[in-house]
């Protein structure tokens, strides 16, 4: 295989005068040689990998993502190469700086769709001259006094439990059950931290945007 140490010991070999040299000693001076170059092969070879996010791997990854991103992306708990790259790759060409774009990314974060109200959107609070108008017709009270502002509700993504493990009030519930044990929080992925952080990663600048958790 090209770069491997024997092919760079044919290549060693090659480069000497025919009939210069021969025996064990050389051999073993060629083979020591071609050790050396293989593995600054191998080294080439993976750095080149890791110069691309589509073949960057390991930690390499995570350096691209710190360079992109901050903080603001940090590899889950146990997550493959493929599905934090996955994940990157969506960030970088993501739509940011609109109201569409709020959407998608909440509704992707928690598999809930928000409820986002801009106070100065007639479509959002209605107003008069429109098919739904009147106090409390539409929904919320608009005022043209919060202009470049928006009230996002956001429904927390629902806690499925633990694969295979009963709850509370179960047949096989208890302590002492086998397969039964009580589950931390951190087993639950996106956090309050993680929603406020989409939010301020996708609005537009000089922009108010006011969040409200809601348990789903």
């Given at each position: 295989m090209t770069g491997d140490i024997d092919d760079c010991y044919g290549r060693l070999?090659?480069?000497?005068p025919t009939n210069w040299f021969t025996g064990p000693v050389i051999t073993a001076l060629l083979y020591g040689a071609a050790w050396g170059l293989s593995f600054c092969y191998g080294l080439l070879?993976?750095?080149?990998?890791?110069?691309r996010i589509a073949t960057a791997s390991d930690?390499?990854?995570?350096?691209?993502?710190?360079d992109f991103f901050g903080m603001s992306l940090p590899r889950s708990l146990n997550e493959s190469d493929s599905s934090y790259r996955a994940r990157i790759q969506v960030q970088m060409f993501r739509q940011r700086a609109t109201r569409p774009a709020l959407l998608a990314m909440l509704t992707q974060l928690t598999g809930n769709v928000p409820t986002i109200i801009e106070p100065a959107r007639p479509a959002d609070c209605g107003g008069y001259g429109l098919p739904v108008m009147g106090y409390g017709a539409?929904?919320?009270y608009g005022s043209l006094l919060c202009p470049w502002q928006a009230f996002v509700e956001v429904y927390r993504p629902?806690?499925?439990g633990v694969l295979n493990v009963p709850g509370?009030?179960?047949?096989?519930?208890?302590?002492?059950v086998a397969g039964c044990y009580v589950a931390a929080g951190s087993l639950i992925n996106v956090s309050d931290e993680n929603i406020f952080a989409a939010v301020e990663s996708v609005r537009p600048?000089?922009?108010r945007v006011w969040v409200r958790l809601v348990d789903a």
């Open positions: 070999l090659n480069a000497l070879a993976c750095i080149a990998l890791q110069t930690g390499n990854l995570d350096m691209i993502a710190g539409a929904g919320r629902r806690s499925i509370y009030a179960c047949a096989q519930s208890g302590y002492g600048l000089a922009t």
